[in-house]
C-alpha cells in the first residue's frame, strides 16, 4: 500500500533563498511513486531553455542516448525501444489499437485496478476480454494453474496482459513464469506486459 504525504514547501523554500519563489509559494510536495515532483531548478531551467525542434542536432543526440540506455533499463541490449509522449494507459492503447482487432480474445492477469482499466481500454477497441482474478481477491496474484486453465479451455487468445506491479495493492506478478507458461500452452498468444509502476526497479527482461 502506497502511503501519501504532503509536506509543505512555503517555509523550506523561503529559508534556503533570498529572493522568494513564485513556483513554491503554497506548493506542496506530494510523496507518491508517481507522477514525480520536479526541482524547481529543473523546471525553470526548461524554461529559460525554450522549446527545441525534433530535428535540432542536439535533440536527436539526446533522443539517441535515451534509446541507448532504454536498453540497459530494459535488459534488452539489441532490442528496439520507442519513446511516445503520453500517460502511462497510452500504452494500453497503443498495444489495443496496433495489435487486437475487433473481436480477438484477450486474456487479463489482474492484480487490480490497473488490470481493470487495461481490460476496459481493449474492450473499447472491441476486445473479447477474459479477466484471471486472484482466488484470494485483493492483494492476491492469479496462480499459474488458472491462467493454465483459462488458456486451455477459454482460447485461443490473441493476447495476455500483464502488470508487473499494480500500484493500487502493489501486487508483483511474475511475467517470466507467465511467459513460460504461455509459450508452453499457447505459444502463439502475444504476451504483453505492463512495467509502468515496475521498471527501474524489478528485473524484466524483454527479450527473455
Request: glycine share 12%; with cysteine; hydrophobic share 40%.
Amino acid at each position: 500500500t502506497s502511503h501519501t504525504a504532503c509536506v509543505d514547501n512555503m517555509a523550506s523554500s523561503s529559508s534556503s533563498s533570498s529572493s522568494p519563489s513564485v513556483l513554491a509559494e503554497g506548493r506542496r510536495t506530494l510523496m507518491i511513486p508517481g507522477p514525480i515532483e520536479f526541482d524547481e531548478d529543473v523546471l525553470m531551467g526548461g524554461v529559460r531553455l525554450g522549446g527545441t525542434s525534433h530535428v535540432d542536432a542536439g535533440f536527436i543526440r539526446v533522443f539517441g542516448k535515451c534509446l541507448t540506455q532504454m536498453r540497459d533499463v530494459f535488459l534488452a541490449a539489441d532490442g528496439q525501444p520507442f519513446v511516445i509522449t503520453g500517460s502511462g494507459s497510452l500504452g494500453w492503447d497503443s498495444i489495443a489499437s496496433n495489435v487486437v482487432e475487433a473481436g480477438d480474445k484477450v486474456l487479463v492477469v489482474n492484480t487490480g485496478y490497473f488490470g481493470d482499466s487495461f481490460g476496459d481500454c481493449l474492450e473499447t477497441y472491441g476486445a473479447a476480454v477474459v479477466h484471471a482474478r486472484a482466488e484470494a481477491g485483493v492483494g492476491g496474484v492469479p496462480s499459474l494453474a488458472l491462467v493454465r486453465q483459462l488458456l486451455e479451455m477459454e482460447g485461443p487468445f490473441k493476447m495476455i496482459t500483464v502488470t508487473h506491479v499494480d500500484t493500487s495493492t502493489g501486487v508483483r506478478t511474475d511475467p517470466k513464469a507467465i511467459a513460460e507458461l504461455v509459450q508452453a500452452v499457447s505459444p502463439d498468444t502475444l504476451v504483453a506486459v505492463d512495467g509502468v509502476c515496475s521498471i527501474g526497479g524489478e528485473e524484466l527482461r524483454m527479450q527473455e
